[in-house]
Each structure stands twice: as structure tokens, then as C-alpha cells.
């Protein structure tokens, strides 16, 4: 069976089934000690910190989660989709105007234990 994988997600030739597949934190090109240390990680470096920021966060956008915790505005919008992949984040179903470019843009919510 031929299949496509992308953003972490394997779909079959004609795009009807759909398997989730780990995403993983070390490239192809990555030394064997990056995939060893991938293995025993959990989530960790920039996946962490987004995390940590949006634990008590609720209804923000990646920009105003970058700006209000002083980080890369490009790499929180990388981590969300990865970390909403991993249960730690969730998206709003609507859009909102963000309070810093005033552009309509997802908006997301940290995922509370418990």
C-alpha cells in the first residue's frame, strides 16, 4: 500500500485512512545520539517552554503567547499544532482579532490535568 506522510499524520494513496504517527523532535540527518536521547525525553526544549507558557492560558494567539513570554513568535507557531498533536494545547473552533497585528487568527487554550 502506498502511503503520505505529513505534519505527523499517515494517510493511505487516496487520503481515507488516517494514522497517527509519533512527531519526532530529532531530523533523519540527527547523529544516533539525538534519536537515543528523543526516546528517553518526553517533551522537551521549545515544545517545554510552550507548554509552560500555556498551562494557565486560555483564548490567546501565538503571537501574544510569544510577546508576553518573551519568545520566537515563528517557533510558538510551530509548537502549538505539534503540541495540540500531543494533548497539551487545544485550539478555539472560531477566530479572533489578535490584540498586537489586529488580524483574525486561531486562538488557543493550555489542556488542564485534572
Excluded at 518526553?42 to 510569544?66: D, S, W
Excluded at 498533536?85 to 483574525?104: D, E, N, Q, T, Y
Aim: proline fraction near 5%; aromatic fraction near 4%.
Amino acid at each position: 500500500m502506498a502511503t503520505m506522510q505529513a505534519a505527523g499524520v499517515q494517510l493511505d494513496l487516496f487520503a481515507t485512512q488516517i494514522i497517527d504517527t509519533p512527531i519526532p523532535a530529532s531530523r533523519r540527518a540527527d547523529p544516533e545520539s539525538s534519536r537515543i536521547a528523543e526516546r528517553g525525553a518526553g517533551i522537551t526544549g521549545q515544545r517545554k517552554r510552550v507548554a509552560a507558557a500555556m498551562e494557565f492560558e486560555e483564548n490567546i494567539t501565538a503571537l501574544e503567547l510569544a510577546v508576553k513570554h518573551c519568545m520566537d513568535r515563528y517557533m510558538v507557531s510551530r509548537r502549538l499544532p505539534e503540541l495540540e498533536k500531543l494533548v497539551f494545547v487545544a485550539r478555539h473552533p472560531s477566530l479572533r482579532r489578535c490584540r498586537i497585528c489586529g488580524r483574525p487568527t486561531t486562538t488557543w487554550k493550555g489542556v488542564q490535568d485534572g
